[in-house]
């Protein structure tokens, strides 16, 4: 980890210059845009550097060899007995730019009378399930901002209005009029959004049985609604953890009234699957290929269904799935460092700590009819948050432009847009959105 931090050090001050140094706010802004898999060190940067401290770390970098040493004497100084900062981040911080400038801080610290490790070793910060479940917090603002049907794509953009495009024949795209939208998802031909007050919006056609008028009726009239998703059936998650469903219920999709404790809701073809605040999985629906069969899942904290199969988030990083498997959407026992899944009915998507993503390979005798290179997501880079459709795929950036995958009219027509500025900016702007809009509307 120190030797990609030094490198990233370097760059900054190659391109900024060395006053760079001076100005805490761009410097640390520029360790998140280029240092974004670095989550620990990137933390100890923000809550350790300050004006003061950078103008030590400047002055070391401009002096000689011979008044170096003084200089980082007190840097240490302020450091661990003025602010009180541990001496494992004193030792972490001091080292990594020493390494980037090629200063002698091992030397320097053996005058001190101080023990350093090898600078081969790293400094363990947290153990490998806590730095996931950071990553997961951090992600977690992003993850219901984007969202793929058949071949449409929706997305909420800062204002709370919602961008769709692709397939308009059932009306899936008809959200022009939405607005105030914290959560959007879609399924082959609708689309549904939650609203800040705990109202669903709903729009466009799915599913035997379900009319879609009886859906566009009842589903505005639900309360208290804290999550929405979408299929053939339409699932919210209420705010005292029940669960509410509309559908035409062929298989019993729709039979999670007794449901409680539910976190996560997830539904696709005729199942709903329910995630529980203890890391347990419930199921309803038809159970003809294994798909229901989660009762033994433990530990999970995410899950993702398709056509006959669900795939659930460990939090170790890990995944499992269970059902039908027909194109290798299962095939994940391999995979490590997730923390975010996605799915449809021909691959499985998975987020990885360091913001690049993975996605099985699109195997069996309908492989050549339905791969459209929608796993080919390889070059993908700084990712916050990924949607998997039956063709295409969507992923979205930490700087929040659109970048998708699959040769289809709602992926080509995606891609590049841009719904935010920064994911360190996101929450600061979007409420300066929201007040800008309450203003208008009070004037």
């Not at 800062?158 to 998802?185: M, S």
Request: net charge negative; glycine share 10%.
């Amino acid at each position: 980890m120190k030797t990609e931090m030094k490198e990233v050090i370097l760059q900054i001050v190659n391109m900024k210059g060395v006053e760079v140094l001076k100005n805490k706010n761009l410097f640390c802004a520029m360790i998140d845009d280029m240092a974004y898999s670095l989550l620990d060190e990137r933390r100890i940067f923000r809550q350790v550097l300050t004006d003061e401290i950078m103008g030590y770390i400047y002055e070391a970098y401009m002096s000689k060899k011979e008044n170096r040493f003084h200089i980082i004497s007190k840097l240490r100084i302020e450091l661990n007995e003025v602010m009180g900062i541990k001496s494992e981040w004193c030792n972490y911080l001091i080292s990594v730019f020493s390494e980037a400038f090629d200063w002698e801080y091992k030397s320097i610290l053996e005058k001190e009378n101080c023990k350093i490790e090898s600078n081969d070793e790293e400094i363990e910060l947290s153990s490998n399930k806590d730095f996931l479940a950071e990553k997961r917090k951090y992600i977690k603002p992003f993850q219901k901002l984007i969202a793929t049907g058949a071949n449409h794509v929706v997305a909420i953009t800062l204002d709370g209005k919602v961008l769709a495009t692709g397939q308009k024949k059932q009306d899936q795209c008809d959200v022009e009029d939405w607005n105030d939208i914290v959560e959007i998802d879609a399924g082959a031909f609708n689309t549904i959004g939650l609203k800040s007050n705990g109202q669903v919006m709903y729009t466009g056609v799915r599913g035997t049985g379900n009319d879609p008028i009886e859906i566009k009726r009842k589903v505005p009239e639900w309360s208290n609604i804290k999550s929405v998703t979408t299929g053939i059936s339409t699932i919210g998650l209420k705010t005292d953890g029940t669960v509410v469903a509309i559908g035409s219920n062929r298989w019993g999709e729709c039979d999670v009234e007794d449901w409680n404790d539910i976190v996560e809701i997830g539904t696709e073809g005729w199942n709903t699957y329910g995630l529980r605040g203890d890391g347990t999985v419930v199921a309803a629906g038809d159970n003809r290929y294994g798909q229901c069969n989660v009762s033994n899942w433990e530990n999970i904290v995410a899950i993702a269904v398709g056509t006959a199969f669900v795939v659930g988030l460990k939090a170790d990083g890990t995944v499992v799935a269970v059902g039908a498997n027909r194109n290798g959407e299962c095939n994940i026992g391999e995979w490590k460092d997730i923390i975010a899944i996605s799915t449809c009915t021909s691959c499985t998507l998975g987020l990885k700590s360091d913001g690049s993503v993975v996605a099985t390979e699109i195997v069996g005798p309908d492989s050549g009819k339905i791969n459209q290179g929608q796993n080919k997501v390889e070059d993908w880079k700084s990712i916050v948050a990924i949607s998997a459709s039956g063709l295409f795929s969507v992923g979205l950036t930490s700087e929040g432009k659109i970048v998708t995958a699959g040769n289809t009219d709602a992926a080509r027509l995606a891609y590049g847009w841009k719904i935010f500025n920064s994911v360190d900016t996101y929450k600061n702007d979007r409420n300066q959105k929201f007040l800008e809009q309450k203003k208008r509307k009070e004037n």
